[in-house]
């Protein structure tokens, strides 16, 4: 799908207008679109335009060319963009609003929470979207660098999908919480000290839980994964069991988890397989604890 981004251009700093379009291009085109930003035609139309009108006329040309229109969400406050909309309208192409759900997903998986990318063969396979809440790019102690590089930002507890989106949900989320007894840390150092929080390379790279909301964080995510999971879709769950029990998390989704991994007593990683199969007796009773 080709997708025209329309937005203000003026009366804000170009730099501002210009990386608003462009995270609009990224995101759009981390979804498999096909995407025209105006922006990049600038200069051919400041050698070809003289008028406002040459420039909107302009840039209707483009728009006609393109099967859907992306609006930015302060279309409203430019004339152009309001051209363009009604242009858009009256050609009766898709409309999509930033501040929408995505109605169509052209890629097939999802990773909800893809940091680092360790567990893929291809860290650009495109048969994935990936996702996380955070971009980094640093060094880890021993200097190696690390990076997050996700196709689009957003937060696992509430998606910008819609329902039933994905043939295949990946969700690897933080397993670590910032302090624990029982965590590997807390046994060397103490509980509630502060130095039995998941930090320095372990924090960066696996991001951590709160004490206090984990579940709600966890069962938000579970939810989320589950409503943009296609019917009969999977959701392949990774959690290490550092600091909390594989069995405690399975009682934050009313799935039953079909076939799980248990990767070495020493590892404490899990690999757990579910399919959202509506039926209830493929449900367990999720305990609200
Ligand atoms: C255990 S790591 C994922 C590791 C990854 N699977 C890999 O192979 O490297 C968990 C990731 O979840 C991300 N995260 C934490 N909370 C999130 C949220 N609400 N939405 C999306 N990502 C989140 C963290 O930034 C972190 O990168």
Redesign the pocket.
């Known amino acids: 799908m080709k997708v025209y981004i329309s937005g203000k251009m003026r009366g804000m700093t170009e730099e501002e207008s210009r990386s608003k379009f462009k995270e609009a291009e990224l995101h759009l085109k981390a979804l498999g679109c096909e995407v025209v930003n105006p922006w990049d035609s600038e200069d051919d139309k400041k050698r070809q335009c003289k008028e406002w009108d040459d420039y909107i006329l302009y840039d209707l040309q483009l728009l006609r060319k393109c099967d859907a229109i992306f609006m930015l969400d302060n279309w409203q406050d430019s004339n152009g963009a309001k051209c363009e909309h009604a242009f858009a309208a009256g050609r009766g192409m898709e409309i999509i609003y930033e501040n929408q759900r995505f109605r169509s997903i052209p890629k097939p998986i999802l990773?909800?929470?893809?940091?680092?990318?360790?567990?893929?063969f291809d860290k650009h396979d495109k048969r994935v979207l990936f996702?996380?809440?955070?971009r980094i790019s640093t060094k880890l102690c021993d200097g190696r660098p690390f990076e997050?590089e996700p196709d689009i930002i957003?937060?696992?507890?509430n998606m910008q999908f819609p329902d039933n989106s994905f043939r295949m949900v990946?969700f690897?989320?933080?397993?670590l919480l910032r302090n624990i007894g029982k965590s590997k840390f807390a046994d060397i150092y103490g509980s509630l000290n502060p130095k039995a929080q998941p930090k320095g390379w372990q924090h960066t790279?696996?991001?951590a839980l709160g004490q206090s909301d984990w579940k709600d964080?966890l069962r938000a995510?579970f939810a989320e994964c589950f409503r943009v999971l296609q019917p009969n879709g999977f959701l392949i769950f990774?959690w290490n069991d550092t600091d909390i029990k594989v069995s405690k998390i399975l009682e934050l989704t009313p799935y039953k988890p079909i076939f799980g991994h248990i990767s070495g007593k020493r590892a404490n990683t899990h690999w757990i397989c579910f399919m959202k199969d509506e039926k209830s007796e493929w449900k367990i009773k999720a305990t609200n604890e």
């Not at 996702?131 to 955070?134: K, P």
């Open positions: 990773d909800a929470c893809c940091g680092g990318k360790m567990f893929y996702q996380d809440i955070r997050i957003g937060d696992f507890t990946v690897d989320p933080p397993h790279k696996y991001g964080y995510g990774k």
